[in-house]
């Protein structure tokens, strides 16, 4: 019976943490250890600095107080399992998409990251629809996106950043293997005051949204396929690696 | 006269920026925008949820309460300097390397990621050895690196992860463009008990460090050179992506 | 019927104020706002520098995202409420005791304090005991205390500071009015070293424990009562201001 | 020679404690712990549940990564002065007044508290004024104060809650030993979107302010007096203690 392990960003009260964890629970053994605040936009970060305290929710079930994804998997792995290696990392699902450059913020992909890091094959689950997430449709096309894994296995260095339309799922129009694609959206800062009429400034967008280009994580699920983007822990730039060399000609 | 915008990820106060500054401010306008807290680990995290307060501490010197680095690039950007390109986005001078997947947490490093999302050439500082770093004489490699920059350009969606040698001056052996290594470490979670004889767990290792392969960031720096890795936004794995899609036949 | 207005400090989600709403749901309208996190020890913040978002758990059951008991007290009133003042505000139950000068520190005692300031008839319950709470049984006193308070009216600029003996409820000898107690442990900071044997303080006590004085909060718990100490936002030491003023000469 | 251990709430980077510690080593060693951010509005808050960390800024000079006013005082005493009790804890200088029901939010005087809980006689310093405060003029009239309370002693069980108007020196009229005040302002929540037209609520007030009432805090200041208030740590209220025994007939 394989064992997952499960974490997300949004917090271990979330609807779609649990709704993933029911339905892998028809699979095998779940254990969970996510966050126990919303800590979306965290980015991968591991917390070096300071001891932390891991609290029992449930059976299998657990939260790690002011910890991030990449520290739930870690003391997921080895201090729950006890070092002993679970067959996959899931995280999510997550509410909202993870797409084009905007998963290097991302919370949700950073637990799959670091299962990755940890030699463990993981895979990031998001949810991209404006309405309102149905988890437990989502929850039931992830445990498809895992049997397949199980069944076919991982590539090297490989891990998943799985995007999922919130649609019924006959609608859904099968799964599609992408490539990140690129942010089309227009930055803003809004500039507002506080009441005492000192300058505040919000980052945000004038509208969310990513290059419709054929191929890309975005192109897939925009025209309602499941998006699947095989991604790399070396974030090595090998064709610039080359042409620096001769231009600086060191 | 070229404009920089500098960041970190230890706080405005840190020996590591300042001398960044005074070195860059040889060359053109430094406009510094860093957090006010130190914030090692942070990963990529750009702050949605909540506006942002920015505090002047000086001339062309500025710090964002709370603020990531992500964050102080992005404000630095629209808000300081109205949405001007700067010539360049440093990050650092971090006290410690960032090297191998570590990158990946690096707030150091997502400095410069946020400004090549934005379309800015970016280069991240890191300071790599175990004595007391002298950020003077590091500082003034960084210069020597930013006039390479200016110099030569940076080739299309690249910015640059650059860790120096901790040495004199004179013991540093030259530039080496490197890819990104591998972590080489043992994790290791320590188990305490707090005063009140409840569990805590820290995330630590045996020892830090990386395989010594040539060709890598880690062997460089090991070997007296200066080591600039070109890194890219696009975190897809085309290989697997190749490989998946025969094997699951979609 | 009455409305109540409840919160604590040890978060939306803890058993000690799930336990308090049921039992006061027999007596009238509970209004439960909370934080989304455990603040114990946050004491009497109220968050003025940023605004705040208000979630929804349940039917008349809200969080406040980061939130102080404070700052949800406040919301409780001017936004759940709209204005309108409810009967009594009620905070907790607090895991673990609120005694002697260890309450200026309390996020359960300043909850009651928020509500005082409001105008709002206001109480604070703390279960004391060593070993698990029985948190339906100490709900049922509170339940009682309510009643008493909703019989006889509160005193002017007084709030309540209710400690309950985790006993059965046969066990508990009655109601105490009591003063505030007196800290009697000895205070110690330990010396640890982090993985990379750096030192770390951590602030504990010897044993925590109040001097055992007939007529004090601790007193009554200890010996079986509930305790009940009634107090006020006036901090001024009156006796101390003549005896400065002749002193002083001004 | 008196030995002072000093504090704040607005990170020991403030004009306000730099300038209370260059006119206090005229008199003694001034050892300065203050917190490495600002933290108005924390209440009294002692950090229990985590382990702290001490960085060193210059000679006699310490700050707390994380830490509140009352840590900072606890781990002054127990760590950098080794257990030896200072003659006198001082808090501040604060941007802002503390008067009125206020103080129990008052990260200042916390502080001073904490210095009274472990039986060290302390003083709260705060500036009082709309316009940019003088700190060094304000920290000669903190001065005066601390001669005085080094000449006369302190009442037992007492801390003082001292409010210096922001006036040049010879047109403060004298200190005025002064009773708590009371909050005269209409609270107010401001209600507003966020950029994804989502509601958040802002704490504050229509315009701050306190009763004009005679013998009070807020009376003193605003007739250019330096109002010191006695505080004690006692919060009883035993006149309420009488009539509610009575009432309840317990």
Redesign the interface.
């Known amino acids: 019976m394989p064992v997952f392990l499960i974490t997300n960003d949004d917090g271990y009260?979330s609807p779609g943490i649990q709704a993933l964890r029911e339905e892998l629970k028809k699979l095998g053994r779940v254990v969970t250890v996510a966050p126990?605040?919303?800590l979306?936009?965290?980015?991968?970060?591991?917390?070096?600095?300071?001891?932390?305290?891991?609290r029992r929710v449930d059976e299998d079930f657990w939260t790690v107080?002011g910890g991030t994804p990449?520290?739930c998997v870690?003391?997921g792995y080895?201090?729950i399992l006890e070092g002993k290696k679970p067959d996959l990392v899931c995280s999510g699902i997550n509410e909202g998409p993870n797409l084009g450059?905007d998963?290097?913020?991302s919370g949700t992909v950073?637990g799959a990251?670091e299962g990755r890091?940890?030699g463990i094959p993981s895979v990031a689950f998001s949810a991209f629809g404006r309405d309102e997430v149905d988890f437990r449709s989502v929850a039931q096309v992830c445990k498809e996106v895992v049997l397949?894994v199980l069944q076919?296995?991982m590539?090297e260095?490989?891990y998943l950043n799985v995007n999922i339309p919130n649609l019924p799922p006959d609608e859904i129009r099968?799964?599609?293997?992408?490539?990140?694609g690129k942010?089309a959206y227009k930055?803003?800062?809004?500039?507002?005051l506080?009441?005492?009429r000192?300058?505040?400034?919000?980052?945000?967008?004038e509208e969310f949204g990513w290059e419709l280009e054929e191929g890309t994580d975005y192109w897939a699920v925009y025209h309602g396929y499941v998006s699947?983007?095989?991604?790399?822990?070396?974030?090595?730039?090998?064709?610039?690696?080359r042409?620096?060399?001769e231009?600086?000609r060191?």
Not at 187 to 192: A, H, I
Request: proline share 6%; aromatic share 12%; charged share 20%.
């Open positions: 009260f126990d605040r919303n979306s936009g965290v980015g991968h970060s591991l917390t070096f600095n300071m001891p932390l305290r891991i107080i990449a520290d870690h003391l080895y201090v450059e998963i290097t913020y950073s990251m890091i940890l397949k076919y296995g590539p260095d490989t099968g799964f599609m293997f992408t490539r990140q942010r930055e803003k800062v809004l500039r507002l506080d009441p005492q000192r300058p505040l400034y919000w980052i945000t967008a699947i983007t095989p991604l790399q822990l070396d974030l090595t730039n090998h064709r610039a690696l042409s620096l060399q231009r600086w060191v």
